[in-house]
Each structure stands twice: as structure tokens, then as C-alpha cells.
């Protein structure tokens, strides 16, 4: 299959593994950004083919592992109105809040849906006008055009029984973040390549310049994260720090310049909260101000919930690339897909639920689980 198999391809994966070998002469930290990129290295095992001393460490990535806890209890407080229609793709649905999830709201009798478009959840405000319908506008640059666009489709069809609740998360900012902490590690990072597809590599720029470190942009098939260890790995020999594109396939230098003036027309930068890593300024967006009458927050009262996280969860550390998931006492045990106990292992970007997707909580048990092919 074009464009598929040839980035899976088993003798190009080999000779990429033998340059990254001849290349690193010392040991490295690289941290792969995006939860997708995580389970492809997983899933593959490409993280247990590099040399020694060669370590990848997983990211912020997962759009569902960074929605913080109390902005999953306002959803939850919003659903279970009376009146309201919650719009969700499935995957925010098993995460808990602090006293259950979105199905248990939906089994209590709340009008939860999956959608698979924001835009639907627009279509059905439209056929239903004595309901709010709230859509759930969560993740990070990639799926933020699709929510602008709803947004501007209500505004535009005169909708006023439609709104969004937005937890939108910006990469360069963490990044910044990672990298700013006295506690940080990493010395190179393989970039998202949907997220620059959409804003363009400029982005990133002025991350290098600033901490000297090498961002290589790339996608989410084995080849493209093993050529990515390959071009972090070369510039760090050679004591560069550059942004470079190996995702030229997908990612032009500008991005796409149709989204990028619809995100501007419909958000503004603000500061946000992060699960597991706090507050960031300037690292979300909000609706403008002409988009007010759209904001779910704006709208309901939600704003005075307390929250209450895990005490053994230490996915804050594991998305700050402190530590893995088999680090955590409870993975695998008192934690698992159904029995999370954070984002990390309900979230299917999450690292934790890669790991024990992928049998990383068996090999403990001197229970080796070859890489899928």
C-alpha cells in the first residue's frame, strides 16, 4: 500500500537503526511530543532497538491526558443539566472527574453523544432549538480549525442554542514549559507532525534559538520516528540546534494558511492549565470576545468546582518525561484500562494505555510480548 507500507518497511527500518548506531557516540534524551507517535514506538518496540543510552521519553501529547480535571468536572456538571444535549468525541467519555465519567451521566439519564464531527453537534442544535447543545472542544492545534469552524457555522446560521466548551491547548508553549524546568532532561524533541501540518514549523523557531535545542519534525509511521532519532541524534553530535522538517510529505513551512486565519478569527491566546503540569501562560485559546455568546462557560455556571485528583497518579511526571509508566506502582494493577485511575491509561493517546496495550506490564513477569507487526 503506498504511502503505508513503505514507512513500515522492516530493512529500511534496520538500516536507519544501524545509522542512528554509527551516529550516537554519548547518551541522549529525546522526547517524541505526540501520543500517536508514543504507540507507534511502542507498539513497534523502536524504543528497544536503539543503542544504549539512546532514551525516547513520551510528551504532553495526548489532547485527553492534558484536559485538566476541573475543566472534565465542568463538562460533567454541564451534562447532567437539564435541558442540555453534550456533545463528545468517544474518547472523553471513560475519562474520570472527580466523581465519575461522562457514560455514568449518560446511563443516569444525561443527553450524552458521541459525535464525530463538532459540526454535527452544530447540525444538531439546529434540529433541536428547545435544547442547548454544548460541544466538548477539546486537544491541541489539530483539532482546533475543526471547532473554529463550528463556532463561525452557528454564529452564521443564527444558532443561539449552541456552544462550546474550551479546553484548547497550544505545543510551543509546553514545550517551553519542558524545557524551562530545573528538573527537565530532554535534549531533543521529534515535533507533531499534524500539529505543524496546521501552523507550519516557524512556530518552533524561536524554542531553538532560546534553549539550543533540536526539534525535527516528523510523522507517525515507524520509519518517519526512526529517521527523526536520526536527524535529533545527528544535530546533537554536531552541536547544532535546528528546526528540521522530515515530515516533508505533510508539512509545508507556513502550514495551512486557510486554517491558520480561521484559528485567528475565532480564538486568542490565553493562559491555560494543564493536567499534570499546572498553569502555562499563553498556551491555550479562548473564543474572541465577538465569539462570547458561543462560550459554554460564558453560559452555564460552572466555575466554582473543587476537584480531587489521585494520589498514586503520577501522570503529571510521566507527560513531563520524568518518568514511564511502568514507574507507577499502581500500573498494571490497581490501574488499567478498566480501572484508570488517570487520563494516561483511559485515553487512547495515553502513554500508560500504550504501555499495557502493548504488554509493557507483563515483561516484569519475565512475560516477553514480541512488537506487533
Request: aromatic residues 6%; proline residues 7%; glycine residues 10%.
Amino acid at each position: 500500500m503506498k504511502f503505508l507500507d513503505e514507512y513500515r518497511d522492516a530493512d529500511a527500518a534496520a538500516a536507519l537503526v544501524r545509522a542512528i548506531g554509527r551516529a550516537a557516540t554519548r547518551p541522549w534524551t529525546i522526547m517524541e511530543v505526540c501520543g500517536g507517535q508514543t504507540h507507534t514506538i511502542v507498539r513497534y518496540g523502536l524504543d528497544t532497538l536503539l543503542p544504549p543510552g539512546i532514551e525516547l521519553v513520551h510528551g504532553p501529547g495526548c489532547p485527553v491526558c492534558v484536559t485538566p480535571l476541573e475543566m472534565i468536572d465542568r463538562a460533567h456538571a454541564i451534562a447532567a443539566k437539564p435541558g442540555v444535549t453534550f456533545c463528545s468525541f468517544g474518547d472523553m467519555l471513560r475519562v474520570p472527574g472527580s466523581t465519575g465519567d461522562l457514560l455514568r451521566l449518560k446511563s443516569e439519564g444525561a443527553d450524552v453523544r458521541v459525535v464525530y464531527s463538532p459540526l454535527d453537534a452544530v447540525n444538531i442544535a439546529a434540529a433541536n432549538p428547545g435544547r442547548q447543545v454544548v460541544f466538548f472542544a477539546i486537544g491541541f492545534e489539530t483539532t482546533a480549525p475543526a471547532n473554529a469552524m463550528s463556532a463561525w457555522m452557528a454564529k452564521k446560521r443564527g444558532l443561539t442554542n449552541f456552544s462550546l466548551l474550551v479546553s484548547h491547548v497550544l505545543v510551543p508553549p509546553t514545550i517551553a514549559a519542558i524545557l524551562a524546568a530545573p528538573d527537565n532532561r530532554v535534549q531533543a524533541f521529534l515535533g507533531p507532525g499534524h500539529v505543524c501540518a496546521v501552523v507550519g514549523c516557524a512556530e518552533y523557531e524561536p524554542l531553538v534559538e532560546q534553549y539550543r535545542v533540536p526539534i525535527v519534525v516528523t510523522g507517525f509511521e515507524p520509519i518517519d520516528l526512526l529517521d527523526g532519532v536520526l536527524g535529533a541524534i545527528e544535530q546533537l553530535e554536531a552541536g547544532r540546534a535546528e528546526v528540521e522538517n522530515r515530515y516533508a510529505r505533510a508539512v509545508r513551512p507556513d502550514g495551512n494558511l486557510r486554517s491558520r486565519q480561521l484559528l485567528a478569527d475565532v480564538f486568542e491566546v490565553c493562559d491555560r492549565k494543564w493536567r499534570g503540569v499546572g498553569l502555562i501562560p499563553n498556551s491555550g485559546w479562548r473564543l474572541r470576545d465577538e465569539y462570547r455568546a458561543f462560550d459554554a462557560e460564558h453560559r452555564f455556571t460552572v466555575g466554582d468546582i473543587e476537584t480531587q485528583e489521585s494520589e498514586v497518579c503520577i501522570s503529571g511526571e510521566i507527560l513531563r518525561g520524568l518518568k514511564k509508566p511502568h514507574h507507577c506502582p499502581a500500573f498494571g494493577t490497581e490501574c488499567t484500562p478498566q480501572t484508570p485511575l488517570g487520563a494516561t491509561m483511559v485515553s487512547a493517546e495515553g502513554a500508560c494505555a500504550a504501555y499495557h496495550a502493548y504488554g509493557r506490564h507483563l515483561e516484569p513477569l519475565g512475560i516477553r510480548v514480541p512488537a506487533r507487526a
